[in-house]
C-alpha cells in the first residue's frame, strides 16, 4: 500500500482530484454533465497525440513534427476523399491517414538513425518542411465539406444526458479510441520485448546495445508509431470540428510535450508510464478549460502550459537525483 501512494500516478490522479474539486467549488457548472463530457472530448485529440510522443520521449527522442505531420496527413486525406467523392465507412479515411503519417514518421527514424542527427533538429526541420510543401503545392483553404463518413463519426455517442433547460449532453465515442490506443500502448510497452527495449534504449543506449536490442529498429518503430497517431488525431481531430484546416494545431507540440512530462516522463529517456501520461493529459486539459470557467483570459493558457512544463521538469529531474 505503501508503494502505491508513493507512485507518481497516484500523486497526479490526487491533484486531478482536487484540482477538480476547486474549481467545481468556484463554478458549480463544473459539475454538469455538458462541461464533463465536452472536458473528455477534449482530451481525445491530445491523449492520442501523447501517447505517440510518450513512446519516443522514453526511447531517449524527441519530436516536435508530429501536429505538422497530422495536419498533412488529415488534410491530404479529405481532399482526395472529397475529390472522388468517397461515400464508405470511416475506415478508409483512418487507414490513409495513418499511412501517410506513418510514413513521415519513418522519415524521421531514418535521418535520425543513418545520420545521427539531433532529433529536436530533424523534427523541426521535418515539420516546417511538410507545413510548406502542404501549403505551397495542396492548398491553403479550408475544407468545410468533409466526406459523409467522418460527419457521421463526430455524431456518434455513447452516452446522451437530458439537461434541466431541455438540451442533451452526449459523450463521443471518440474517448474510447484514445482510452483503447492507451491500454493498447500501455500492454505494448510492459509486456513485450520491443517495449522493454524502448524503455531500455532510453535509459541506457549502450548497455541496450549490449544486450541485443536493435535501436535503428527501435527509432523506426517509435518514430514510425508517432508519426501514425499523428494521423489518427488529425483524422478524429478534422471530423469532430467537422472541417479541415491546414492551419490547425500549430504550436499543439508544446502542450503535449508538457502534458507527457507531467505525467512522469523524463526527457532524457527511460522514464514514463501510459497511465501518467494520460493523468497528464487530464490535468492539463483540465486547467486549461478552468481559466475559462473561473474568468481568466484564454490569453494566459501558453503562459499556463510553459509554467507546467518547467514545474514537471524540475520536479521529475528532481526525483530522479534523490534515487541516484
Given at each position: 500500500?505503501?508503494?502505491?501512494?508513493?507512485?507518481?500516478?497516484?500523486?497526479?490522479?490526487?491533484?486531478?482530484?482536487?484540482?477538480?474539486?476547486?474549481?467545481?467549488?468556484?463554478?458549480?457548472?463544473?459539475?454538469?454533465?455538458?462541461?464533463?463530457?465536452?472536458?473528455?472530448?477534449?482530451?481525445?485529440?491530445?491523449?492520442?497525440?501523447?501517447?505517440?510522443?510518450?513512446?519516443?520521449?522514453?526511447?531517449?527522442?524527441?519530436?516536435?513534427?508530429?501536429?505538422?505531420?497530422?495536419?498533412?496527413?488529415?488534410?491530404?486525406?479529405?481532399?482526395?476523399?472529397?475529390?472522388?467523392?468517397?461515400?464508405?465507412?470511416?475506415?478508409?479515411?483512418?487507414?490513409?491517414?495513418?499511412?501517410?503519417?506513418?510514413?513521415?514518421?519513418?522519415?524521421?527514424?531514418?535521418?535520425?538513425?543513418?545520420?545521427?542527427?539531433?532529433?529536436?533538429?530533424?523534427?523541426?526541420?521535418?515539420?516546417?518542411?511538410?507545413t510548406g510543401f502542404l501549403r505551397a503545392f495542396v492548398g491553403t483553404g479550408?475544407?468545410?465539406?468533409?466526406?459523409?463518413?467522418?460527419?457521421?463519426?463526430?455524431?456518434?455517442?455513447?452516452?446522451?444526458?437530458?439537461?434541466?433547460d431541455g438540451s442533451t449532453a452526449s459523450l463521443s465515442v471518440s474517448i474510447?479510441?484514445?482510452?483503447?490506443?492507451?491500454?493498447?500502448?500501455?500492454?505494448?510497452?510492459?509486456?513485450?520485448?520491443?517495449?522493454?527495449?524502448?524503455?531500455?534504449?532510453?535509459?541506457?543506449?549502450?548497455?541496450?546495445?549490449?544486450?541485443?536490442?536493435?535501436?535503428?529498429?527501435?527509432?523506426?518503430?517509435?518514430?514510425?508509431?508517432?508519426?501514425?497517431?499523428?494521423?489518427?488525431?488529425?483524422?478524429?481531430?478534422?471530423?469532430?470540428?467537422?472541417?479541415?484546416?491546414?492551419?490547425?494545431?500549430?504550436?499543439?507540440?508544446?502542450?503535449?510535450?508538457?502534458?507527457?512530462?507531467?505525467?512522469?516522463?523524463?526527457?532524457?529517456?527511460?522514464?514514463?508510464?501510459?497511465?501518467?501520461?494520460?493523468?497528464?493529459?487530464?490535468?492539463?486539459?483540465?486547467?486549461?478549460?478552468?481559466?475559462?470557467?473561473?474568468?481568466?483570459?484564454?490569453?494566459?493558457?501558453?503562459?499556463?502550459?510553459?509554467?507546467?512544463?518547467?514545474?514537471?521538469?524540475?520536479?521529475?529531474?528532481?526525483?530522479?537525483?534523490?534515487?541516484?
Amino acid at each position: 500500500m505503501g508503494k502505491i501512494l508513493k507512485r507518481n500516478e497516484f500523486i497526479l490522479f490526487c491533484i486531478l482530484v482536487l484540482f477538480a474539486c476547486f474549481v467545481g467549488y468556484i463554478n458549480a457548472g463544473f459539475w454538469s454533465p455538458l462541461n464533463i463530457f465536452s472536458l473528455l472530448k477534449s482530451s481525445v485529440v491530445m491523449g492520442i497525440f501523447a501517447i505517440g510522443t510518450l513512446m519516443v520521449i522514453l526511447s531517449g527522442g524527441i519530436d516536435i513534427s508530429f501536429p505538422a505531420f497530422s495536419v498533412f496527413s488529415f488534410y491530404i486525406t479529405v481532399k482526395y476523399l472529397v475529390a472522388i467523392k468517397y461515400q464508405g465507412t470511416i475506415l478508409l479515411p483512418f487507414v490513409l491517414a495513418v499511412l501517410i503519417g506513418m510514413s513521415l514518421g519513418l522519415v524521421n527514424a531514418f535521418l535520425i538513425s543513418k545520420f545521427r542527427l539531433a532529433p529536436l533538429i530533424v523534427t523541426l526541420g521535418t515539420g516546417s518542411a511538410v507545413t510548406g510543401f502542404l501549403r505551397a503545392f495542396v492548398g491553403t483553404g479550408i475544407i468545410p465539406n468533409l466526406p459523409s463518413s467522418m460527419v457521421a463519426f463526430s455524431r456518434m455517442n455513447i452516452l446522451n444526458t437530458t439537461l434541466p433547460d431541455g438540451s442533451t449532453a452526449s459523450l463521443s465515442v471518440s474517448i474510447f479510441l484514445f482510452l483503447g490506443l492507451a491500454v493498447a500502448a500501455a500492454f505494448f510497452l510492459k509486456y513485450t520485448t520491443l517495449g522493454r527495449g524502448i524503455y531500455a534504449l532510453g535509459g541506457d543506449p549502450v548497455a541496450a546495445l549490449r544486450v541485443g536490442f536493435n535501436p535503428v529498429k527501435i527509432q523506426c518503430f517509435v518514430y514510425g508509431m508517432a508519426g501514425a497517431l499523428a494521423g489518427a488525431a488529425g483524422i478524429v481531430h478534422s471530423s469532430l470540428i467537422r472541417q479541415a484546416n491546414p492551419r490547425d494545431l500549430e504550436g499543439f507540440e508544446m502542450e503535449i510535450i508538457a502534458s507527457v512530462v507531467l505525467g512522469g516522463a523524463s526527457l532524457t529517456g527511460g522514464k514514463g508510464t501510459v497511465l501518467g501520461t494520460v493523468l497528464g493529459v487530464f490535468i492539463l486539459v483540465l486547467i486549461k478549460s478552468s481559466l475559462i470557467l473561473v474568468g481568466i483570459p484564454s490569453d494566459w493558457q501558453k503562459v499556463v502550459v510553459g509554467a507546467v512544463l518547467i514545474v514537471a521538469t524540475v520536479a521529475t529531474a528532481y526525483r530522479m537525483k534523490r534515487h541516484v
